[in-house]
């Protein structure tokens, strides 16, 4: 089965309107016109071989419709025109990562998440030449696993319960997936050694381990 199936099947499980919803009438309307949109005629790329999403339109209009709604939420989609149809299409990972969230795939964000993570962070590892195959691999690993601790306590709205030092080192972690625990230490504002950053990180990958029991 494809990620674009997984995505689109995901999604049409989801309720079409939530009285319960923190959101606006208005920001759930712009949402569904969204999730509409990808579902009818949206298709997007498997992110282990590139980052491309896109939505096919009959009318000008309705893609430029889509378009500002996606520019409300910070998200700078293209335009081309191909044939008859209009394109509307991202190609940045973080901004795909972005529409997949504004469309309620939050499952489906989580593995892009951990697809992009271990692809740029490889790619980034790979150019530090004398670092040893191993040594990469375990940075990789940790990375990985302290990264999707990360995303799942800011999916499920505990991010900001965690106190201030975890959420420092978390952020620090998720601008940079490829340094080192002592790299990260030395960017703190108070720095810490490597044993510290340790030990700050494996809390944060415990306290979402309990969120999941």
């Not at 712009?30 to 282990?48: Q, Y």
Request: net charge positive; proline share 2%.
């Amino acid at each position: 089965m494809s990620f674009a199936t997984d995505i689109k099947e995901e999604i049409e499980k989801q309720k079409v309107w939530d009285n319960n919803s923190i959101l606006t009438q208005e920001e759930q309307i712009k949402r569904i016109c969204v999730r509409e949109a990808f579902l009818k005629s949206g298709f997007i790329n498997d992110p282990n071989k590139e980052y491309h999403l896109e939505i096919v339109f009959k009318t000008k209009k309705k893609c430029e419709q889509i378009k500002n709604i996606l520019q409300e939420y910070s998200i700078n989609a293209r335009t081309i025109k191909r044939g008859n149809n209009y394109i509307l299409y991202l190609k940045d990972g973080e901004e795909i990562s972005n529409f997949l969230a504004l469309i309620g795939a939050n499952s489906s964000v989580l593995k892009f998440e951990e697809i992009r993570v271990i692809k740029d962070t490889r790619n980034n590892i790979n150019r530090l030449v004398n670092c040893e195959t191993a040594n990469i691999n375990k940075i990789i690993t940790a990375a990985v696993t302290q990264i999707k601790a990360i995303e799942h306590l800011k999916q499920i709205n505990k991010f900001n319960d965690l106190p201030n030092n975890l959420k420092e080192i978390a952020n620090l972690r998720l601008k940079n997936p490829d340094s080192s625990l002592e790299e990260l230490g030395k960017m703190l504002k108070k720095p810490i050694g490597k044993s510290g950053v340790n030990h700050r990180l494996n809390k944060i990958i415990e306290i979402a381990n309990e969120t999941k029991k």
